[in-house]
């Protein structure tokens, strides 16, 4: 039975223009040296420079590794509600029919190429953005559609979830920062305690 383990991480810190900032760098550093002993056959990435700058790091430290882009990555918003959550609502403000169309179609893209087992045993990288890191695990504990709003994940924080063919998937981490130093551990969401 093969397994396909993919591992979802969050870009590292960037500045207003997307690009990785110093501490975006050194997040990165630290999840690449927390995955360097993992037998990875590819590091997916978005197509936004956060995530590739990210993505190459990682793949310096993962030589046998394959770095491609997967358009399916890009930073997006999986699902637009009909009628989001009253502390939602400013967050859903504008948006129009076509653009909760487009939004519904990204999420299936997503989902499709990446959440489901492969032919053979898999060790991939996902590096991605924080909405479709809840998106897929939203879809992995088969939670309704609504349910990837509020699940932040940190920058260079780790999820992994493993698909099988003869089960459901397994989510076996979510947004583990214990690779991070305590003043590198932050969601990118809210001022609030750092885990």
Excluded: K
Excluded at 70 to 98: C, K, M, N, R
Excluded at 130 to 151: K, Q, S
């Amino acid at each position: 039975m093969a397994t396909r383990r993919i591992y979802l991480a969050r870009h590292g810190a960037a500045d207003p223009f997307g690009e990785l900032t110093g501490t975006g760098q050194r997040q990165t550093e630290l999840l690449a040296h927390r995955l360097s002993d993992l037998p990875v056959d590819t590091v997916w990435h978005s197509p936004l420079p956060r995530a590739v700058r990210s993505a190459e790091i990682i793949g310096d430290r993962l030589p046998r590794a394959a770095v491609r882009e997967a358009t399916e990555l890009i930073d997006h918003i999986p699902y637009v509600p009909a009628q989001p959550p009253a502390e939602w609502a400013p967050f859903f403000d504008g948006y129009s029919a076509a653009e909760a169309a487009e939004a519904a179609r990204r999420s299936t893209a997503l989902t499709t190429r990446f959440a489901r087992p492969a032919d053979q045993e898999t060790h991939e990288v996902l590096i991605t953005h924080a909405y479709p890191v809840a998106w897929l695990v939203r879809d992995a504990l088969d939670a309704p559609v609504e349910r990837w709003l509020g699940l932040n994940c940190g920058n260079a924080a780790l999820t992994v979830i493993e698909y099988r063919s003869t089960s459901a998937p397994t989510v076996l981490l979510y947004n583990d920062m214990g690779h991070l130093t305590p003043e590198l551990r932050w969601t990118g969401f809210r001022a609030g305690v750092w885990p």
